[in-house]
């Protein structure tokens, strides 16, 4: 009797830590199909002979109030705008600054290429560049801060050898064929961000920053004042070996 009795509560034991095991599977995979990957081994990067995690995350740098919407900007405005961090000459909210860091514990090295996808509300343009943080000095006080920088400069929309659409993108597929499954160079070259960036190794994370904003494409667009969520952004990172991970922000 007494035998019959420690089988039972043996088998409740059993199927007690067997039911937790498959409640944490259920979460952490529904965590990981969110955050990390559309691949069917989570965020798991398999290439030669190593098993790596592979993670990616999104945080919004600039802190400016967004009351009012962003401010629509004309593309050459850029630069000027990351350095003043995003704020226009009268202070409002004229884009928005974004860290995407990348990691691995992998010890050899992994190349990844990345790519934006945007999303708009009706009638809303957006843009985006990648942009790059420098530490200043301030001269009479010997202050430190971090401005953000583009690779080009407000005049250089002046000189006719300048390809504008290689620095700025548009975030959007060139065609209906194209979607998140199947990003690559040629046909995403509009939500193209990085290309064969390096992780792993020595360096377990890289940082990327962009700068997204609303288009001034010349016309009314008052219509947009109050748009506080006029977008929402997917960035997916590819890894050479086939690998994806994406995160959605806004």
């Not at 583009?150 to 000189?159: G, I, M, P, R, S």
């Not at 064929?177 to 046909?187: A, K, R, Y």
Request: with cysteine.
């Amino acid at each position: 009797m007494n035998k019959k009795v420690n089988d039972r509560d043996s088998k409740k034991v059993f199927y007690f830590f067997l039911g937790c095991i498959l409640l944490s599977l259920i979460i952490i995979g529904a965590t990981f199909a969110y955050f990390v990957a559309s691949t069917s081994d989570g965020n798991t990067v398999y290439g030669g002979t190593y098993t790596t995690s592979f993670s990616l995350s999104v945080t919004k740098v600039t802190s400016i109030d967004m009351a009012y919407g962003l401010v629509p900007m004309k593309n050459k405005e850029a630069p000027h705008a990351a350095e003043q961090k995003c704020k226009d000459d009268y202070g409002n909210a004229g884009c928005q600054i974004y860290k995407i860091t990348v990691s691995t514990d992998s010890t050899d090295p992994i190349f990844v290429d990345g790519y934006l996808v945007l999303t708009n509300k009706d009638g809303v343009q957006t843009r985006f560049t990648r942009v790059y943080p420098n530490e200043v000095v301030d001269e009479e006080t010997g202050d430190k801060t971090t401005i953000f920088k583009a690779n080009y400069t407000k005049e250089d929309f002046d000189d006719v050898s300048f390809n504008e659409n290689d620095v700025i993108k548009d975030g959007q597929f060139s065609n209906e064929q194209n979607s998140v499954e199947n990003m690559n160079h040629t046909d995403n070259y509009n939500c193209l961000l990085a290309e064969n960036e390096e992780v792993g190794g020595s360096n377990d994370s890289i940082d990327i920053y962009v700068m997204v904003w609303v288009y001034d494409n010349g016309l009314n667009q008052d219509y947009m004042q109050g748009l506080s969520l006029a977008y929402t952004g997917l960035a997916v990172f590819n890894t050479a070996q086939g690998n994806e991970i994406k995160a959605t922000f806004d």
